[in-house]
């Protein structure tokens, strides 16, 4: 039974204002983990009802020994929302986010949610504060791994996945989070990459690139959001009346809750924005901010803020109600001890590990297959297992692997050595991750002199290195690697042993010197707890590699950000013409293009069709293609689906990812690939930034990567 309004109405007359502002406030169990504060034992605030929310506490007994507290000691009995960071994966952990968008599969995004969701839930956790839906165009920025990578529509069908997937059908169940969409809006385009700094972009770029995945969200039925650490064009996300309140609540109509990021509140102050506690939680309140998380700027200004006259108990009250009811659609005043009571099954749970194995296995993006030196060929008798990253299994749960600590992550190696058990598997890490300790390479190299039938040569980033606060200048190969893989190279080629590099990272890196050399190169991000053995699977050809990159990689440095949905510009690249939009010393072609990534099958693609050829704003496109695997293996492909307005009022981008397809294809056999697009979906914002169809020509490109060149193309006409 769900606890009605005038009740929740009635709660709310029997509460103090210490009573009201620990409903707005959260803070962490025991220690930070994401900020400059700590919040000590908050024991005795539960039991006076000063804190109604914690996060960080996790497991069954420690949430239940709060929950009790809260609802047997404190005055009023309200029960405790508990928040957890379940970002990918609870205890079994999945790929990375940006791992898991490669899959460009909204089923599995919506089961690893709904699974995590399950293992937090009997953990006790009833809120989580994922996913995070921030376009991200900058492999600078350390948090591009915990997103959905550089497409809007990407990331508003991921949105919508993982809503579906936390939430459930309903949040009373016992195995339902309520998400939090995160981080509102537009954190991604920090400037220069780096982590917390300032953003500045268009109204435009806003709406068009930044905003989908969050509305998306709100339709899903979200139950609460957080609000970005950044500005945006001088306004503090924490404090943007415009967007949390007037767009968010207004426009979107959202009402579930708003719960500020860590310290959010206080470091309005550090903004500039507020002189002092009072103002910076009046600024947070006033923009529609329901929970103070970490910052205690609540308990301690409003009450001041309420003498001076400067909120009103209404306004307090409004952020209450909303907290409350959260906790009622949760289930919690019926049975505050709902989640974390059943264990789970152990069957359940080593469900969850084939799960994990499957996500990661389709997260694999192989860039790059020489010869068709994978998959190893079944008479592989000795392989050589080289780098920092191959036995490095604290690696592979990557950056926020939540409650998954505790267990290690299947490595390159150990997987190797149970996939092929007749092969002798060598190993040599070679050099550290990190840091010019390089005493190792000779001891590799000796290895690779054997004569090995291949060289699996595991490189990367420490999964530390991205994530919050991990922002880096240079995304390259960090310490000696480089040095490293190029001896391992020379020497390998001499030895005539193909090298085929695994690379482990929470972001594109660039690596054109490496992708030159290597003779195959699997970009395996942060797969998880099942790393191991789903790279195996795909190196020795039990699967064939599906995953395709969700964000473009560049070739270097000075082309970032560099993304496949550009504006058009009135003078487009023309090598003969020097006029144009191009560099002098360097390519404007990214190194892979978005959605570029190889199987073992080999797809060629006929026969676009699209009808019908015009229709009106009510109008469907029906749009098909024939796909052809030439190839001799299975393959799993992706189709995409982009356009191009040809003119209207206001610039365009080049390409327009509008929807995907999948096809599984055998050796030798023909699918259709087939996507629906509605004249509704080709509506853009006008100079007036209103939503119109505009009557025209729209180019429809179809194919597997964002490559201009590797595109069909056919034409519709829009008509008004
Ligand atoms: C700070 C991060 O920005 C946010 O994503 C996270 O949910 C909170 N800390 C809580 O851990």
Known sequence: MIVAMSTIDKLIARMTLPEK???MTMTAASHAVTGPVSAGDAT?????????NLLNLVGPAPTRDMQRIAVEESRLGIPLLLGFDVIHGHRTIFPVPLAEAATFDPWLWERTARAAAC????DGLALTFAPMLDVSRDPRWGRSVEGPGEDPWVAATFACAKVRGFEGKDLASPASLAATAKHFCAYGPVAAGRDYAPVDISERTLHEVHLPAFAAAVRAGVAAIMPAFTSLAGIPMTAHKQLLRDYLRGTLRFDGIIVSDYNAIRELINHGVAANVVEAAVLALRAGVDIDMMAGAYREGLPVALERGLVSMAEIDDSVR????LKARLGLFDDPYRRG???????????????????ATKSLVLVKNAAATLPLPSSVRRVCVLGPLADAWREMRGPWAAAGYDAPGVTVRAALRESIPDARIDHAAGVPITGGDDAGIAAAIDLVRAQPDAVVLCLGEAAEMSGEAASRAAPELPGRQREFATAVFDRARAADVPVIVVLFCGRPLVIPWLDERADALLVAWFPGHEAGHAIADVLTGRVSPSGRTPMTWPRSLGQVPLYYAQYANGRPENAADRFTSKYLDASSAPLYPFGYGLGYGRCAYTNLRVTPASAGPEGVFEIAVDVTNEGSRTAEETVFVFIRDRVASVVRPLLELKGMAKVVLAPGTTATARVRLAATELALLDVAMRSVIEPGEVDIFVGPCADPARLLSSRVLLCG
Not at 44 to 52: A, C, E, K, M, V
Not at 119 to 122: I, K, L, M, V
Not at 322 to 325: E, F, I, K, P, S
Not at 343 to 358: F, I, S, T
């Open 44 to 52: 005795d605030s539960i039991r006076d009802g000063t804190l109604g």
């Open 21 to 23: 502002l620990g409903q």
């Open 322 to 325: 909303r907290v409350l009811r």
């Open 341 to 359: 009571t059943v264990a789970e099954a152990p069957a359940v749970v080593a469900a969850r590990r084939a799960l994990a194995r499957e996500a």
């Open 119 to 122: 293992e937090a839930a009997a």
